[in-house]
């Protein structure tokens, strides 16, 4: 089992940045990729960002291409969201997952964090 909890959501103005944190425990973590979805309000779960298990490879939604970073710190166990130029569209709860190799699938992902909420006020 990996236990997920994310932090770092909050209210921000349009242009704004914020960084989510995704802390990771249990096995080990850097046996894992880790990916990044968010959910609005009616709407289904989808991709924002992914890393691989050493940081080499990521993967972005293109909604979020350079605005968004994803990055991780296998020794601190904790996967990271660098997100600036903040959209009222981006408003959404974030959501972190492992899954054992890169994607951008959803259904895929073996572990999920309770997610952080994201507003970006106009």
């Known amino acids: 089992q990996v236990q997920l909890v994310e932090s770092g959501g909050g209210l921000v103005q349009v242009g704004g940045s914020l960084r989510l944190s995704c802390a990771a425990s249990g096995r080990t973590f850097s046996n894992y990729a880790m990916g990044w979805f968010r959910q609005a309000p009616g709407k289904e779960r989808m991709f924002v960002a992914a890393?691989?298990?050493?940081?080499?490879?990521?993967r972005y939604a293109d909604s979020v291409k350079g605005r968004f970073t994803i990055s991780r710190d296998n020794a601190k166990n904790t996967v990271y969201l660098q997100m600036n130029s903040l959209k009222p569209e981006d408003t959404a709860v974030y959501y972190c997952g492992a899954d054992a190799s890169l994607s951008t699938m959803r259904q895929t992902y073996d572990y999920w964090g309770q997610g952080t909420q994201v507003t970006v006020s106009s």
């Open positions: 890393i691989n298990w050493n940081g080499a490879y990521t």
